[in-house]
């Protein structure tokens, strides 16, 4: 059964940078469209990032120019670059292949001075 594991959340000052990184070594995720979510606190989930399987990626208006979605098909890893974080970035954020219903259980970012 898949299960994709995200990492690297963790708390971090305003302007600050944290990668986050998502995979399952068992899920050929190079085959599919993977995405980033994130869901802020008493608000619905939303797509923060998404990367297709030639590598064409899409991005929330939020965070454009900050965030990047790229993926290491060898290590079958997705990751998701924040750079320049808000207050506002503070957030539980999943990856997911959302084309097979794999989503994972989220690493909490917070961003606070």
């Known amino acids: 059964q898949v299960q994709l594991v995200e990492s690297g959340g963790g708390t971090v000052q305003p302007g600050g940078s944290l990668r986050l990184s998502c995979g399952d070594p068992e899920f050929g995720q190079r085959f599919f469209v993977m995405s980033w979510h994130r869901q802020i606190a008493g608000r619905e989930r939303e797509l923060v990032a998404e990367i297709g399987i030639f590598g064409a990626t899409k991005y929330a208006q939020f965070v454009k120019g900050r965030f990047t979605i790229s993926r290491d098909n060898e290590k079958n890893i997705v990751y998701l670059q924040m750079s320049s974080l808000k207050p506002e970035d503070t957030a539980v954020y999943y990856c997911?292949?959302?084309?097979?219903?794999?989503w994972g259980k989220g690493t909490l970012v917070t961003v606070s001075s």
């Open positions: 997911a292949a959302e084309s097979m219903g794999y």
